[in-house]
């Protein structure tokens, strides 16, 4: 004997192919299982969860940061959950057109960090496409809305309950601004005149959602406002773990207009964690008009709900 089976350890010699024990293919590594991270068993399963404490293991997006030219995005896990369930884009559309995408994954709810990844990613792509086939944003940013829902609510297997997230979008150009939501993860004008743009789906004073993404969520209908301003400013997109802690936009504007958009989200970040952290947090920076001198006011048209 020269050596053992790796599942079972039964001895094996050099000319064999298959373990006469287990019949494991001896040519196959095989990846020693990763401990749970609260317990240190090894005990972890295909779902994620570990069989011997319950915990749900961290993912590969406990810290993400994207970097545009112009723009930037961060989400973290923040200090209390297991794994972090927002995500986000940011794309570019044409020459000065940025869109950005912030979703955060309903924790009730099963597997929601995918349906949070999976709402981000076709709704900036859709959207950046409808805007390079001649759509208005408006328009694209419905579309993109639409897809979101249709992807999240087919995630869904049979006999589980629907995945869920939050959505709120934007499309920054060159002279307008263009937000769409259904939830409550917001957009806010930084500026001279800063104010928050998205109303929140949920009952007052709650955090109970009127609105989400998913299989259960019935006809999903975004809001979608686009508006204008003659001045430079910052268009900030943020999950609650943000907002929670900083739902005036004042308290968002000095860290957000005075940093470079990276420098900005980390720094926007890192002031959720040290007020307390306690659930996952995403800041998309996008800035505006930053080559004009005037001070910034901005126009609201009616919101569109349909």
């Known amino acids: 004997m020269s050596g053992s089976c790796p599942v079972c350890g039964t001895g094996v010699r050099p000319d064999e192919a298959f373990c006469e024990q287990c019949g494991h293919d001896l040519s196959v590594a095989v990846t020693p299982p990763t401990p ?29 940061e994207i970097v545009l030219e112009t723009s930037a995005a961060v989400s973290d896990r923040g200090l209390r959950h297991s794994r972090n369930e927002d995500a986000m884009a940011l794309l570019t559309a044409g020459a000065g057109t940025v869109v950005a995408v912030v979703c955060d994954g ?46 999240v609510a087919a995630s869904a297997h049979p006999g589980e309950d629907s995945p869920a997230c939050t959505y709120v979008s934007a499309v920054v150009a060159p002279r307008q601004v263009t937000v769409g939501w259904v939830g409550d993860s917001r957009a806010y004008w930084l500026g001279a005149h800063s104010a928050l743009l998205t109303v929140d789906d949920a009952t007052p004073g709650t955090h109970m959602l009127t609105a989400w993404l998913g299989a259960d969520a019935g006809e999903v209908v975004p809001h979608v406002r686009t508006f204008t301003t003659d001045g430079p400013g910052v268009v900030l997109l943020c999950s609650d773990g943000l907002w929670n802690y900083y739902p005036e936009p004042e308290a968002l504007a000095a860290p957000a207009l005075n940093d470079p958009p990276l420098t900005a989200a980390r720094r926007l970040v890192r002031m959720a964690i040290e007020a307390g952290g306690h659930d996952n947090i995403t800041v998309a920076v996008v800035p505006f008009g930053q080559g004009e001198r005037d001070s910034a006011t901005v126009a609201f048209p009616k919101e569109r709900s349909d």
């Not at 960090?113 to 940013?141: C, F, H, N, P, Y």
């Open 36 to 64: 749970c991270t609260a317990c240190g068993s090894a005990g972890v399963g295909p779902d994620g969860y570990c069989e011997n404490c319950g915990m749900l293991q961290p993912s590969g997006r406990d810290h993400v």
């Open 106 to 151: 309903v924790s009730s709810s099963p597997r929601p960090d995918e349906a949070s990844q999976a709402a981000a990613d076709i709704a900036a792509v859709t959207i950046a496409k409808r805007l390079a086939e001649g759509d208005d944003a408006e328009s694209a940013t419905r579309e993109g809305v639409r897809l979101a829902a249709d992807t």
